[in-house]
């Protein structure tokens, strides 16, 4: 399978635990995105990726969260002490970010599913 | 500050025509994307507008215009598979990250 994938798919925590989340996108994709999506909602920007470089971090992305993409291709969400306010479905997304045009379109992972109890 | 609106929800009936608008307002805009999304599933994309103008595909089009700050999905010929979330996305800035309306629920019934 060649699209973007993510593990797991479903997680479930009690509240104060840590969880990590993983994201692997399309291999040639040097772009890579995270999002949050609660329900009746659209996704919303987490942060961003260049390569292994974090360019860009929503104001939404407190201290307990951090992410990762150290070689550049696989990237890590990690959630410390969590909180019910984390429940949501965590989306990863790539693309290839060449110039213009529709190469700008991002391919969206299945999602994790986050319940913090 | 950033402001994607669309209508939270939408009925239409199998074999009509049914429009989605979208208004935006960015402080970066490269563009603007309609994806779809099931319940349970991921997005998946539908079209992306730069330029001014309908871009037709099947049974999807896609309007924008940049000066109003406004788009619209059109869906003709509607099947029941098309009842589905209809998410419209500005490509913000020089990231790229998709600013995101919250949806329309699109129900389409026989």
């Known amino acids: 399978d060649t699209g973007v994938s993510q593990n797991p798919r479903h997680k479930i925590t009690k509240r104060g635990q840590n969880v990590t989340f993983r994201c692997d996108p399309i291999?040639?994709?040097?772009?890579l995105y995270w999002y949050r999506q609660t329900l009746g909602q659209g996704p919303e920007f987490l942060t961003y990726?260049?390569?292994?470089?974090?360019?860009?971090k929503s104001r939404l992305l407190s201290d307990r969260f951090s992410a990762e993409r150290p070689k550049g291709s696989f990237s890590t969400l990690e959630i410390q002490r969590t909180e019910q306010g984390d429940s949501a479905m965590y989306l990863c997304?790539?693309?290839?970010?060449?110039?213009?045009?529709?190469?700008?379109?991002?391919?969206f992972g299945p999602g994790t599913r986050l319940t913090v109890l | 500050g950033q402001n994607i609106d669309q209508p939270t929800e939408m009925t239409a009936t199998e074999g009509a025509i049914v429009q989605i608008n979208c208004t935006y307002q960015?402080?970066?805009?490269?563009?603007l994307f309609w994806y779809q999304q099931h319940a349970g599933e991921a997005p998946t994309f539908l079209s992306y507008?730069?330029?001014?103008g309908l871009e037709e595909k099947g049974r999807f089009s896609s309007f924008l215009s940049r000066s109003k700050g406004y788009s619209y999905l059109l869906l003709k010929e509607l099947q029941m598979k098309d009842s589905a979330s209809y998410l419209c996305?500005?490509?913000?800035?020089?990231?790229?990250?998709?600013?995101f309306g919250t949806g329309t629920l699109l129900a389409v019934q026989p």
């Open positions: 997304a790539s693309s290839s970010g060449l110039a213009g045009g529709v190469d700008n379109e991002q391919f």
């Open positions: 291999s040639e994709h040097n772009r």
């Open positions: 990726f260049q390569n292994e470089a974090q360019l860009e």
């Open positions: 960015t402080s970066g805009f490269n563009g």
């Open positions: 507008n730069v330029l001014d």
């Open positions: 996305a500005a490509d913000g800035g020089a990231t790229n990250k998709l600013i």
